[in-house]
C-alpha cells in the first residue's frame, strides 16, 4: 500500500537519504533501523509531508504522495507520532483526541453554535470513539487530566491513541519505546500487534530497541549513512554480516 | 551571592540615579530671550535620592522580598479548600452568573448617568478583550495591532451614515463583517510567521489602517475625525429631544414620559450589554466546538496539529477573522456612543490596553478577561486625581502580575467532559 521509490533528501551540501527505497504491504509491521544520524527519521519526515523530497517517489495507495502538504497527507490516512512526545500539552486527554477527529466532524460554524441534531450526533460519536481508544491503552481514568501533566509512558500511549481516532490506515511510529521501561515496552508490543491484527493498520516503525523490533516486525530495512544497507525478516536480517557489522555490533 | 547582590545594587541605584536626576532634578527656565538651566529644589534632590536608596535597597534584599511575595497566595484562606465537585460548581457558576446580569439589567436605573456612560465603556472593552482573546489567549498569536479592526467598525458606521445615512443597526452587521474581512486578509500574509515576527507585522497593520484613517481626507475627515454619528434606535424610536430622522418617533412622545437625557445612555448601555453577552457566548461556545480545540492544538503544538490533519491556514484565518469580527461589533457601539469618531481613539495604545487587559485576565479565560476589563477601564476613573500617574500604575500593576500570578487574575480552566464508560 506504500511503496518508496529512490527516495534522496538533500540538506545543502549533505544527503542525508540516498537511494532508500521500501515497501509496506497491509497487514503488515515494517521497522527501520540504524545507527543514530542514519537518516531514518528524514525518511519518515518525507513520508509524512514534513519535507519536499530532494528525489525519489513515494506512493501511496498507487496516488504520488511526495511534495504533497502534511495535513493533506494525514487526511489519506498516513498519520505520524514524533521522536519526542508532541502532545497538545495544556489540554485535557480527551480534548487532545477530540481536536485529532475534526476532519471526520462537521466544521460548518452555523451547525456548531445552533447545534443541530446531525452535529450532536457527531459529536457524541467522536466522543465514544475516544472514550474507546482511552480505554484501549488504559487511559479512561485520566481523561479530564491535562495531558501535560501524565507520565511519560502515558503520555507516549496517549500519542498512539490519538493517532487511531483518526482512523489511520497507515501508522508510522517514530521511537515509540524511547524512555519506556521494560514492562511498559512489552504493553507497547502489545499494543502494536493488536493495532496491526484487530484493528487492520499497517505500521511503519523506527526503533532501537532490539528486542521490541525483532519480536514484532514483518520485515526490516537497514539504513546506514542515508543508504539502504539491508532488507528482510528479523532472521535474514540478524544475519546479514553488513548490518551486524554496522549496527548490532558482533558480539 | 551577598558580593553579587550588592554590587547589582549599586549599579541599579545609580541608574536610576542617572535617569531622575537630570530629568526632575535640572530645570529650564526662560530668562527674557535666554533659557538657563536651574537647579531644583531641595525636596526634589531629596526625593531624588530616596527613589535611589529605596532601588538599592529592594535590590540587595531582593530575593528575600520575592520570596515572600511569592507566598502572598498562602494569606488566602480558599487557596488550599479542596476543589468543588464539577455539577456543583457548575450549577453555583450559572446561578451567580444569571444574578449578574440581571443586576447589569437594572442596575443602569438607580445610578447617575456618568457611571452608566463608563459601564457603557466598559461593556465595548469587555468586547473587544473577548475577541482578542480569541486571537492572543486561545490561538496564541500575539496580535498587536488588533484595533484596527475596532477603527474599521467604528469608521463603516460612521462613514456608511455620512454618505447613504444607514442606520445603527444595518450598520452592525456591515461593521463587523468588513473588520472579519480586515481581519481575514490580514490573515495571509501572517500566515507563516509565529510569535515576535508576528507581532511586528500585526503592529504594522494597525498603524497603517491609522495612518490611512489620518491621509484619506477626502473620505474620512482625517483629523477632523466624522462627527453626528447617530445613537442606535429601537423600533423606529428615537430617544433624543427631537426625532432627526423622517418617520421615526421620539421615545418620551411615544410614552408620554418626560424627556431625560440618561433615556439613550441607558437604551445605549443595555445594547452594549446584550452585544457583550452574545459575543461572550458565542466565543464560548466556540472553544467548545471543533474550531476552538483546532485554535488551542495551534497554539499548543503546531507540527502536532498538522501531522493529524489540521490545516494551518484555516485555523489561523479562522482565529483571526472571528476576533476581528467582534472589534468590529464593538467599533460600531463606540461611534454610535461617542457620536464623533477620529484616528485619535485608534492609536497603538488601545492596542496595547486591550492586549493588557487579556493577559491580566488571565489568556483563554473568558471571566478573568471580563473581570481584567472592569478593572482596567474603572479603576483610572475612580482614581482621576493620580491621572498623571496613570500609566506608572498601570505598568506596576503590569510587573507586579507577571511576579505574582503570571497565569492572570483567573487561569483558564478546562472544561470537564463526561465521557461514556465501555463495556
Known amino acids: ?251 | 551571592m551577598a558580593a553579587h547582590n550588592l554590587k547589582h545594587a549599586l549599579f541599579c541605584a545609580m541608574v536610576t540615579l542617572v535617569i531622575a536626576y537630570p530629568i526632575l532634578g535640572l530645570n529650564l527656565e526662560a530668562e527674557g530671550t535666554q533659557v538657563i538651566l536651574e537647579g531644583a529644589d531641595t525636596l526634589t534632590v531629596v526625593s531624588v535620592l530616596v527613589a535611589a536608596l529605596a532601588v538599592f535597597l529592594f535590590q540587595l534584599f531582593r530575593d528575600t522580598i520575592m520570596g515572600s511575595l511569592g507566598k502572598l497566595p498562602a494569606i488566602n484562606p480558599f487557596a488550599h479548600r479542596e476543589p468543588m465537585e464539577q455539577n456543583k460548581r457548575q450549577r453555583l457558576e450559572t446561578i451567580a452568573l444569571l444574578i449578574l446580569v440581571a443586576v447589569a439589567l437594572v442596575w443602569p436605573f438607580f445610578v447617575s448617568r456618568g457611571s452608566v456612560d463608563l459601564a457603557t465603556l466598559v461593556l465595548i472593552y469587555i468586547m473587544l478583550a473577548l475577541g482578542l482573546n480569541v486571537v492572543v489567549g486561545l490561538a496564541g498569536l500575539l496580535d498587536l495591532g488588533y484595533v484596527a479592526f475596532y477603527a474599521v467598525g467604528a469608521y463603516t458606521f460612521a462613514l456608511l451614515h455620512q454618505y447613504f445615512g444607514v442606520s445603527f443597526w444595518v450598520a452592525l452587521p456591515i461593521g463587523a463583517l468588513l473588520a472579519a474581512t480586515f481581519g481575514f486578509l490580514l490573515g495571509f500574509p501572517v500566515l507563516r510567521l509565529r510569535g515576535d515576527y508576528l507581532a511586528i507585522v500585526t503592529l504594522g497593520f494597525g498603524e497603517i489602517i491609522r495612518i490611512l484613517l489620518n491621509n484619506m481626507t477626502w473620505l474620512t475627515g482625517g483629523p477632523n475625525g466624522i462627527g453626528g454619528i447617530p445613537d442606535p434606535t429601537v423600533f423606529g424610536m428615537e430617544f433624543g429631544r427631537r426625532v432627526k430622522e423622517e418617520g421615526n418617533v421620539s421615545f418620551h412622545e411615544m410614552f408620554d414620559v418626560a424627556y431625560s437625557g440618561s433615556h439613550k445612555i441607558i437604551v445605549l448601555y443595555l445594547i452594549a450589554l446584550v452585544l457583550a453577552l452574545f459575543t461572550a457566548l458565542v466565543i464560548r461556545r466556540f472553544t467548545k466546538m471543533p474550531v476552538g480545540r483546532s485554535w488551542e492544538a495551534l497554539r499548543e503544538d503546531e507540527i502536532a496539529a498538522r501531522s493529524l490533519g489540521l490545516s494551518r491556514t484555516a485555523v489561523k484565518l479562522s482565529a483571526f477573522t472571528i476576533g476581528a469580527f467582534f472589534a468590529g461589533f464593538a467599533g460600531t457601539v463606540f461611534a454610535s456612543k461617542q457620536g464623533f469618531i477620529s484616528p485619535e481613539s485608534f492609536v497603538f495604545l488601545e492596542s496595547a490596553i486591550i492586549l493588557a487587559i487579556v493577559v491580566l485576565g488571565g489568556m483563554g479565560s473568558q471571566l478573568g478577561v471580563i473581570l481584567a476589563a472592569v478593572a482596567v477601564i474603572i479603576l483610572p476613573e475612580l482614581a482621576r486625581e493620580f491621572s498623571e500617574y496613570r500609566m506608572l500604575i498601570f505598568g506596576a500593576a503590569m510587573v507586579l502580575m507577571m511576579v505574582w500570578r503570571p497565569q492572570g487574575l483567573l487561569p483558564m480552566r478546562r472544561i470537564h467532559i463526561e465521557l461514556n464508560k465501555q463495556e
Open chain 1, 1 to 251: 500500500m506504500l511503496e518508496v521509490r529512490n527516495l534522496s533528501m538533500r540538506f545543502g551540501g549533505l544527503l542525508a537519504v540516498d537511494q532508500v527505497s521500501l515497501d509496506v504491504q497491509e497487514h503488515e509491521i515494517v521497522s527501520i533501523i540504524g545507527p543514530n544520524g542514519a537518516g531514518k527519521t528524514t525518511v519518515f519526515n518525507c513520508m509524512s509531508g514534513f519535507y519536499r523530497p530532494t528525489g525519489g517517489q513515494i506512493l501511496f495507495e498507487g496516488r504520488e504522495i511526495q511534495g504533497k502538504p502534511d495535513y493533506k497527507i494525514s487526511r489519506l490516512g498516513l498519520v505520524r507520532t514524533f521522536q519526542h512526545v508532541r502532545l497538545f500539552s495544556k489540554m485535557t486527554v480527551v480534548e487532545n483526541l477530540l481536536v485529532a477527529q475534526h476532519r471526520h466532524l462537521n466544521t460548518n460554524l452555523i451547525a456548531g453554535l445552533i447545534k443541530t441534531p446531525s452535529y450532536r450526533h457527531r459529536e457524541q460519536q467522536s466522543l465514544d470513539r475516544a472514550a474507546y481508544w482511552l480505554d484501549r491503552v488504559g487511559l479512561l481514568d485520566m481523561a479530564n487530566r491535562e495531558a501535560g501533566n501524565l507520565a511519560y509512558g502515558q503520555q507516549r500511549r496517549l500519542e498512539i491513541a490519538r493517532c487511531m481516532v483518526t482512523e489511520p490506515k497507515l501508522l508510522m511510529l517514530d521511537e515509540p519505546a524511547a524512555g519506556l521501561n521494560p514492562a511498559e515496552t512489552r504493553d507497547l508490543n502489545q499494543l502494536i500487534i493488536s493495532l496491526k491484527e484487530d484493528y487492520n493498520v499497517s505500521v511503519v516503525l523506527i526503533e532501537h530497541d532490539m528486542s521490541l523490533v525483532m519480536e514484532i516486525s514483518d520485515r526490516i530495512n537497514v539504513i546506514n549513512q542515508g543508504r539502504p544497507l539491508a532488507s528482510g525478516t528479523p532472521d535474514e536480517v540478524r544475519q546479514n554480516d553488513d548490518v551486524i557489522k554496522a549496527y548490532l555490533g558482533e558480539a
